[in-house]
């Protein structure tokens, strides 16, 4: 009988998991790129996107959630813990059905899709935390920033599975 998970996917997605994390801390000690808090590039979300393309949603999710988990345990912020699940959860919801849709050509359109539900994830959290609607104001900021910050990373995404080809990944064979 074959086992669930095997060891090399479960060191591979571990890996990634780490790269993401990488990607996240390197992310967080750049200044923000505009003066409006909350808006990041999203440079983490090129792992999820990576593993969309060339693996399953499942593995996508799962390194997702360490990624979140593992980058809020760190940083001493749980309480971001709750806007950054919300928001990679809708996130990676919208982006694993527009793969599912479209196929792997749009990856930068999927990514655009992505970031603007995450930001419509974290709204929504905000406005149960905050049990308030004002924070709606904050959305055609976060819009803008969406497209811009989710086309950089889907290009960055675009790049690397173009880059390094499915039949050198070794761990989906």
Known sequence: MKPPV?????????????????????????????????IKLGLANVVTLWLLYYATWKDALC???????????????????????CGGLFCFVAMALLFRLLGKKHIPFISVIGALFH??????????????ASILVYLPMLTIS?????AFTGLCAWFASRRLRKDQVWFIR
Do not use: D, H, W
């Open 6 to 38: 095997t060891t090399r996917k479960l060191t591979t997605l571990s890996l990634l998991a780490a790269i993401a994390l990488a990607l996240y801390a390197v992310e967080s000690a750049l200044p923000p790129i505009v003066p409006i808090p909350g």
């Open 63 to 85: 390194v997702l959630l360490m990624r979140i988990l593992i980058a809020s345990m760190v940083t001493g912020q749980m309480v971001s813990f709750s806007y950054s699940l």
């Open 146 to 150: 969406g497209i811009l910050t989710g």
């Open 119 to 132: 930001n419509l994830g974290q709204i929504c959290i905000a406005m149960v935390i905050l049990r308030s």
